[in-house]
């Protein structure tokens, strides 16, 4: 469905862009070098505004902050009740201001204006399903042994935690950590991905607009090797969250085995889309389609290797031309605009590189048509490899961009074996009007999640996450709130005069 946007609205808004400062303790301030960096337009490549560069010197007053908010402040000792009273007051600004927000995250990001407002939507939800989620389910367990001891649990927050969010769908993102790590009585220091750094600014305003106490919610914007480096490192930061590159992570959980913190990690994907001959063969193609192409590609659960039966190979393929051709590029705050640019030069240099090398490979690659008009913007247009074969390159390393791989099969246990023959785990689909068979297969494939004649719809309620080199732990539902943000405590409770052992009397 396109969502209309008012021009004046877009207009006001972008004009109303300010430069971004650090959020710390409650208050917007420059950086302590004094330091910032230029964010820039991935439609026109022309600076959007500066940027506060935080360091190592201000994750430690931003930690510091939220330590005291923590241990002084009244936040983790509230009762749940007055708790959530703030975590819903925040999903009542964002509904306030969802408009203004799905226009500054597409300005940011380059994705359609249309995708960002239902994202927008969709991160005011993520506070309240927490709110929800904390007054029903943050309790323990009671166990009674015998007549001598009742045994119980209570979740405890964990303290200060440190969030790394990634800069695609920055918004809803950083609101997919940020509302259960609030809701569950940590606090929290947020270092936003520098190539989208409008949106963690937003939620900065709207936390404060929220009057949640000073230094329980910061932002240090800043690079990954300074800011980010400095956050996994310090010693009073309990848990750190992030979302990202594989290898990104995997040097997270190197740095952060001195401290012994937790860690969550939800990482790169090369999601298989299984496509049997008895499938849905319109509702599979829409899939396939929407599910590489929307958002940019620039997501983690896309489905790139589309795997086809060879009975239907032909037929998909003429059909999937055709859809290709139509895919409508273009500014990004057009409601019409279906793939918008990418959020930057030098990670569109790296899509580019990958299609010259399928080439190399020998696959037959299948373009759009850049429009002359937006030629300024990073935009690859939807692009097919066919004659693909999961043993290259481009089959098995993330992308992220607007690329899909087809490859045929012509068995159940060749489509399975071929989708499992990559080093990612993320997310999976199969495509079959035979649901034992479908079943089977998702139960066969390696993947933290799988879709079954569906494409990519979110359920808050159960685990996201991948196996393999997609990550470890899971985000969503009570996972994130009772497996990440708190700590299980057990205490036990004597009920009578039970035996002790008399030492030394």
């Known amino acids: 469905m396109t969502v209309k946007v008012s021009e004046k609205l877009i207009s006001e808004v972008t004009a109303s862009v300010e430069d971004i400062q650090l959020y710390i303790n409650g208050e917007f301030i420059s950086s302590e070098s004094g330091s910032s960096f230029q964010n820039i337009n991935p439609f026109t490549n022309e600076k959007i505004n500066q940027v506060a560069e935080g360091r190592a010197e201000d994750i430690k007053k931003a930690v510091a902050a939220a330590k005291d908010a923590f241990e002084k402040g009244p936040w983790s000792s509230m009762k749940i009740s007055e708790r959530m009273k703030y975590i819903n007051r925040i999903a009542d600004v964002i509904d306030e201001e969802i408009e203004k927000i799905a226009i500054l995250e597409a300005f940011d990001t380059g994705l359609p204006v249309s995708q960002t407002r239902n994202m927008t939507a969709r991160s005011a939800e993520n506070f309240r399903f927490y709110a929800r989620m904390v007054e029903s389910r943050l309790h323990g367990d009671a166990y009674q042994a015998d007549d001598d001891f009742i045994n119980y649990t209570i979740y405890k927050p964990l303290g200060v935690v440190g969030l790394i969010t990634p800069w695609n ?159 409508k590029m273009g500014d990004p705050m057009d409601p019409a605009t279906e793939l918008g640019p990418l959020i930057e030069k030098e990670h569109y240099s790296k899509v580019a590189s990958y299609i010259e090398l399928a080439k190399e490979e020998g696959c037959e690659v299948i373009q759009g048509t850049v429009p002359d008009e937006v030629r300024a913007g990073n935009f690859v247009p939807p692009t097919v490899f066919l004659n693909a074969k999961n043993e290259m390159k481009v089959c098995q390393e993330e992308i992220f961009g607007p690329v899909m791989a087809v490859i045929e099969f012509e068995t159940e246990e060749e489509a399975i074996q071929t989708a499992n023959d990559v080093k990612y785990g993320l997310a999976g689909y199969v495509w079959t009007n035979d649901l034992k068979r479908g079943h089977r297969v998702a139960q066969a494939v390696d993947a933290g999640m799988i879709w079954i004649n569906s494409q990519n719809v979110r359920d808050l309620r159960i685990p996201f996450g991948g196996m393999k080199k997609s990550g470890i732990g899971r985000e969503g539902g009570h996972y994130a709130m009772l497996e990440f943000y708190t700590e299980p405590k057990v205490i036990h409770v004597a009920l009578g005069d039970h035996h002790i052992p008399q030492f030394g009397k």
């Open 169 to 327: 769908a920055p918004f809803m993102l950083e609101t997919w950590k940020v509302a259960p790590a609030l809701a569950t009585g940590n606090t929290v220091v947020l270092k936003p991905a520098e190539l989208s750094p409008i949106s963690a600014h937003i939620l900065a305003k709207v936390i404060d607009k929220a009057g949640l106490p000073k230094g329980v919610f910061n932002v240090v914007h800043g690079y990954g090797e300074s800011a980010g480096a400095a956050l996994v490192a310090h010693p009073d930061v309990e848990a750190i969250s992030f979302t990202g590159e594989t290898s990104t992570g995997t040097e997270i959980i190197k740095n952060a085995a001195d401290s012994l913190k937790k860690t969550s990690m939800e990482l790169g994907g090369k999601s298989p889309l299984i496509i049997f001959e008895d499938a849905d063969f319109e509702r599979a193609l829409d899939a396939a389609v929407w599910g590489i192409f929307s958002f940019n590609g620039e997501r983690c659960t896309a489905n790139s290797r589309v795997f086809v039966h060879k009975k239907i190979k032909e037929r998909f393929v003429a059909a999937l031309k055709e859809r290709v051709a139509n895919i």
